[in-house]
């Protein structure tokens, strides 16, 4: 094992981008930011600098942070943030995984732009548990919005109506060709016929799920959220926000041009950046002027493509990689996740938009909580998160009336290795609404899913509880649930949340408060010094 250094400069740069020329916060000057490779085993340092006017963290999507839950990065969850002029060390050893992940700003919507890749490869002399691809590529789908992201939301809190939609969706920072405007900003992946390529595929977007689709060619699917899958081939990739799919592509057609196309997922009227981000395969040896493979892309609305990717998805469950899925439950949770409405004197039409997990919408604290946790300083949060929502009722049809949105930043305790078992249940008080769920500081396997209201008698007779993928986030579909499983082996406090943008800032967030264990490695490693202070 070796330590990687990192030095973050969170810098201003302009970007043009469909025409138009803004500011933009990033990591080192570039959109797409730096990306960050290691082995399994490997400790990384990465040094942030902040030179901009905001306040700044960085979270390690998917990195589990064992007992270093202080680099997690989460804003007044893990950390106080980075403030203009300073700079923080994270600090933090890649153990148990390797694959694809990827860090972004976890501050308010600074991480539309401040984003890249993690790969993680396996410890020297251990070979994928899939045939070696002759090349590597990282792709980072990504949100482009030609107004300031910043203003967008900040407009958004005050109006309590949905932000703007973005304006385009990218493929490591290039939206497409655009009409009337510059002819080649497009990805292109070029690639030698009869070779084997691994793709590490990322949706680093805001607030759309994405279809992932290259006209002609079939992938192979091996890892998700850096955990590695039985091998599953399909003509379409299917990512919520945060999450990471490793596919094998094989040039095994003609020399020529083939379109890359990534296309938004949803499947209700809520209101979503329709457009296609468009990139090109290329054979070498192509000629000028090849003529250009086109794909048809899922309907917006295409529910059936998703469920057969989700269902398609199992953990490798080799002797090498087992899944050690908890068998035992001891904490059996069921969290109602959605959007609401509630009263606001100061907003547009009287009410703003609220999402809320069992009908409580998360209020972020000015401390960490961690910080206020470990020193044990009063006022900061409450640990009475309910296990379930007060009034239970047909989550899937016409909602009672004066079901209300609460406040309230409170966090579920856990003791440490103790088994979980959540029910994530959309409810449709406003908008059914498919919703990417990511937890923090835990891989879980995802057991069950399906459509309408969880039978609690029924439902668990289905669970998986063999071969369930592993992953960090996962969707919860529209007017349905999903069901995972974790073991709370890992001391701290860990966010869970929507990773669509639009639903954290509105409230669908809450934490889970891990408690130390008496052994010798069972409790959060002591803060480090330079931990910035609110
Ligand atoms: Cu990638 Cu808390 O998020």
Partial sequence: CRIRHYHFNVVVKNATKLCSTKPIVTVNGTFPGPKLYAREGDNVLVRLTNHVQYNVTIHWHGVRQLRTGWSDGPAYITQCPIQPGQNF????????????????????????????????????????????????????????????????????????????????????????????CSSDDAYTLHVETGKTYLLRVINAA?????????????????????????????????????????????????????????????????????????????????????????????????????????????????????????????????????????????????????????????????????????????????????????????????????????????????????????VIQGNTIIAPESHPTHLHGSNFFVVGRGVGNFDPEKDPLKFNLVDPVERNTVSVPTAGWTAIRFRADNPGVWFFHCHLEVHTTWGLKMAFLVENGRGPNESIEPPPSDLPKC
């Fill in 89 to 180: 060390l994270y600090n933090f050893t890649l153990t148990g995984q390797r694959g694809t992940l990827l860090w972004h700003a976890h501050i308010s919507w600074l991480r539309t732009t401040v984003h890249g890749a993690i790969v993680i490869l396996p410890k020297k002399g251990v070979p994928y548990p899939f045939p070696k691809p002759y090349k590597e590529k990282v792709i980072v789908l990504g949100e482009w919005w030609k107004a300031d992201t910043e203003a967008v939301v900040k407009q958004a809190t005050q109006t309590g109506l949905p932000p703007n939609i973005s304006d385009a969706h990218t493929i490591n920072g290039h939206p497409g060709p655009v009409p009337n």
């Fill in 206 to 422: 805001v607030n759309d799920e994405l279809f992932f689709k290259i006209a002609n060619h079939n992938l192979t699917v091996v890892e998700v959220d850096a955990c590695y899958t039985k091998p599953f081939e399909t003509d379409t990739l299917f990512l919520g926000p945060g999450q990471t799919t490793t596919a094998l592509l094989k040039a095994d057609q003609g020399i020529g041009k083939y379109l890359i196309a990534i296309s938004p997922f949803m499947d209700t009227t809520v209101a979503v950046n329709n457009l296609t981000g468009i990139g090109y395969l290329r054979y070498n040896h192509t000629l000028a002027f090849t003529p250009t493979t086109f794909v048809a892309i899922p309907a917006v609305n295409a529910t059936p493509v998703t469920s057969v990717f989700s269902d398609s998805l199992r953990s490798l469950n080799s002797k090498q990689y087992p899944a050690n899925v908890p068998l035992t439950i001891d904490h059996s949770l069921f969290f109602t996740i959605g959007v609401g409405i509630n009263p606001c004197a100061t907003c547009f039409n009287g009410s703003r938009a609220v999402a809320a997990i069992n009908n409580i919408s998360f209020v972020m604290p000015t401390t960490a909580i961690l910080q206020a946790h470990y020193y044990g300083i009063n006022g900061v949060f409450t640990d009475d998160f309910p296990a379930k929502p007060a009034i239970p009722f047909n989550y899937t049809g016409t909602p009672p009336s004066g079901v209300q949105t609460m406040n309230g930043t409170k966090v579920y305790r856990l003791a440490y290795n103790s088994t979980v078992q959540l």
